[in-house]
């Protein structure tokens, strides 16, 4: 059984950082692209950042120049570098492992920016 287990969240002031882990289990991690998303309250679930197999990064326009996504395939780990952070940022955030025939999500960490 595929699990993923997301760390790091928190409460940071604007303009602080964070970073967020995501471990992976079951499953041979670095075949699959893998995913970071948020959902704030009131709002959809939306696209963060994505990193492929091969290490090809995404990011949605909100947080480009801000945030960094990275995976140490050796830990079976995604990461998510978040700088400068702003009051908007805070969401749950979940991590999320896919493929052509799989798709896995985290249970989700809080991310809280307020001063």
């Known amino acids: 059984q595929v699990q993923l287990v997301e760390s790091g969240g928190g409460l940071v002031q604007p303009g602080g950082s964070l970073t967020l882990s995501c471990a992976a289990s079951?499953?041979?991690?670095?075949?699959?692209?893998m995913g970071w998303y948020r959902q704030a309250p009131g709002m959809q679930r939306e696209l963060v950042s994505t990193?492929?197999?091969?290490?090809?990064?995404n990011y949605a326009d909100s947080v480009k120049g801000r945030f960094t996504i990275a995976r140490e395939n050796a830990k079976n780990t995604v990461y998510l570098r978040m700088n400068s952070l702003k009051p908007e940022d805070t969401a749950v955030y979940y991590c999320?492992?896919?493929?052509?025939?799989?798709?896995?999500w985290g249970q989700g960490t809080l991310v809280t920016v307020s001063s």
């Open positions: 999320k492992l896919f493929g052509a025939i799989l798709e896995v």
């Open positions: 079951g499953t041979i991690f670095n075949l699959y692209a």
């Open positions: 990193i492929t197999s091969g290490g090809t990064s």
